[in-house]
């Protein structure tokens, strides 16, 4: 019997062993079914800077035209925020910022720390709990813990504070602890905020050796951005978008070469077109809208050579690709791009980056999934950037727990074709003050809790002809029809208090429960 029960279980084993080499074909085309994503989020390009939007622009966009002609456009689409940490940080947890402590932050330097809690749910950790590898290239700004050679945490921006950073430490909170395998790029705006180097997963390889020499700087109206700063020796201020470029490209090599049948979430984060503009050298002079045209022109190349790439390596026909922008333009680009080359980077909207006006956070927002969504095809469906993670999660089906993704709207019906009825009731927006400077949209009506722009000064010189007159200056907020009135020129604050009140009580009503789905539903 002993030698019967041996046989037996040896049978067994060995059957078992059969059966799981049977199961990996079938358990790797389990994985593969969900799709591949590549996220690319451009650094303060407006609306009017991308030839599908803007019939007016001066910068050729072929390859984000062609990515519009493959994929859909969408026309009312929506960064949450009007300045790049709070954006990045909704993008991230599908919350809106104003919501967590800082949440109206801008960190600099080696500021922090993570606006992210930990226990926060993020849209790599969910991926990566779906069988995701994810990948962050780039730049991050939503907050890192740098300590100095006692242990102790350094928060702020400033070249002191870069100075006092012990960088044979490990830095906290940044991306490979909110749900990324792998992360490559800098602490905050790569060549403007004080610290010149790049962070490899948690820490500094090269750490800063000296401070930047600004005289070997490019000099034009573009490029006065950057920070007197301590820099890297392998920091190359010119082409930082091309290192990030080949990074993201290595990433992709890699993980196709070693585990195809993984899907795979790559979020490229670019430099471009933050100030300065500085354009690498082979990219210099290939417009006839100057430096920041060159470097408009450079960021479309890079999302030319990405989508290059998926198609070398044989996997863009199951890669869901989303190009979006963190907020509009920045005012010197504005206002030199208009005055030097006709060209307006947040056409046809009021406002730029930092404004609560449509200038300030309407961006382009386009969608490519080769087989499920319809090449050529344009929605005027209202967005968030804030609704990536909810429609990630609907794709690979994820259920998200209530402590997540509380300002996230599913919007994978309206990828597919399959409905045309408005997903979102309304949208919250935050400017350049947080939790102070709100505003709320529900169909074609905009609301701002607050006076003024939100964010810029149009009494200061660069800014005072862009001025348009307050048609309504004791009112406390502004109310505007954008269906008749999409240049924000008129404020019916006093001719429709009906809709104020109304307006004014949702929001009120959003910021008290802490989320918004919930009450569009009721």
Avoid at 61 to 76: I, Q, S
Avoid at 309 to 337: C, K, Q, W, Y
Avoid at 426 to 441: D, E, P, V, W
Wanted: hydrophobic share 35%.
């Amino acid at each position: 019997m002993p030698a019967l029960r041996r046989i037996w279980i040896l049978t067994l084993l060995a059957f078992a062993c059969v059966a799981a080499t049977l199961l990996q074909p079938f358990q790797a085309l389990a994985a593969s079914a969900h799709p591949n994503i590549l996220l690319i989020l451009a650094d303060d390009l407006g609306y009017g800077d991308v030839g599908c939007y803007n019939d007016r622009a001066k910068v050729p966009t072929p390859h984000l035209d062609r990515l519009a002609r493959e994929g859909m456009r969408f026309t009312d689409a929506h960064s949450p925020a009007t300045v790049c940490t709070p954006t990045r940080y909704s993008l991230m947890t599908g919350q809106m910022a104003f919501r967590v402590p800082r949440g109206g932050s801008v960190f600099t330097g080696v500021g922090g720390p993570s606006l992210i809690a930990p226990e926060r749910l993020t849209l790599p950790e969910m991926l990566r709990d779906h069988g995701y590898a994810t990948a962050c290239i780039g730049k991050w700004h939503i907050g890192l813990t740098f300590f100095d050679k006692q242990g102790q945490p350094i928060g702020g921006g400033g070249v002191e504070a870069v100075e006092r950073v012990d960088y044979s430490r490990p830095i906290q909170g940044g991306p490979i602890e909110h749900g990324f395998d792998r992360f490559f790029g800098t602490a905050c705006c790569p060549t403007t905020d004080w610290l010149y180097a790049f962070v490899d997963g948690d820490r500094v390889p090269v750490p800063p050796t000296g401070k930047i020499d600004k005289s070997k700087l490019p000099k034009h109206p573009y490029a006065g951005d950057c920070r007197p700063g301590l820099i890297a020796t392998n920091f190359p201020m010119e082409e930082v978008d091309l290192v990030f470029l080949e990074k993201s490209q290595r990433f992709l090599e890699q993980h196709i070469r070693r585990t195809p049948n993984q899907p795979f979430f790559l979020y490229h984060a670019a430099q471009a077109v933050h100030l300065p503009s500085f354009p690498a050298p082979r990219f210099k002079g290939q417009t006839q809208a100057g430096p920041h045209g060159d470097f408009i022109h450079e960021l479309d190349w890079i999302v030319g050579e990405l989508l290059a790439t998926l198609e070398r390596l044989g996997v863009a026909d199951r890669t869901l690709v989303v190009f979006s922008s963190d907020n509009g333009p920045e005012t010197t680009s504005v206002i030199h791009m208009r005055a030097d080359h006709d060209h307006d980077g947040a056409r046809p909207w009021r406002g730029m980056k930092r404004d609560q006006w449509e200038g300030g956070h309407r961006v382009p927002l386009i969608v490519r999934w080769p087989g499920r969504v319809k090449p050529g095809t344009t929605s005027h469906q209202l967005a968030s950037l804030t609704d990536v993670m909810a429609t990630c999660a609907a794709i690979v089906g994820a259920d998200l727990p209530p402590a997540a993704a509380e300002d996230s709207y599913n919007l994978l019906p309206v990828l597919l074709g399959l409905d045309t009825a408005p997903i979102r009731p309304y949208l919250l927006q935050q400017a350049f003050g947080g939790a102070r400077y709100l505003a709320i949209r529900r169909g074609h009506w905009k609301y701002l809790d607050h006076r003024g722009s939100g964010g810029n000064n149009y009494l200061n010189p660069g800014l005072e002809p862009f001025a348009r007159p307050d048609t309504t200056p004791d009112a406390p907020g502004q109310l505007y029809d954008l269906a008749t009135d999409p240049g924000e020129t008129t404020n019916l604050y006093f001719e429709r208090p009906d809709v104020v009140k109304e307006l004014k009580a949702l929001l009120e009503a959003s910021k008290a429960s802490g989320r918004s789905r919930e009450i569009a539903r009721e």
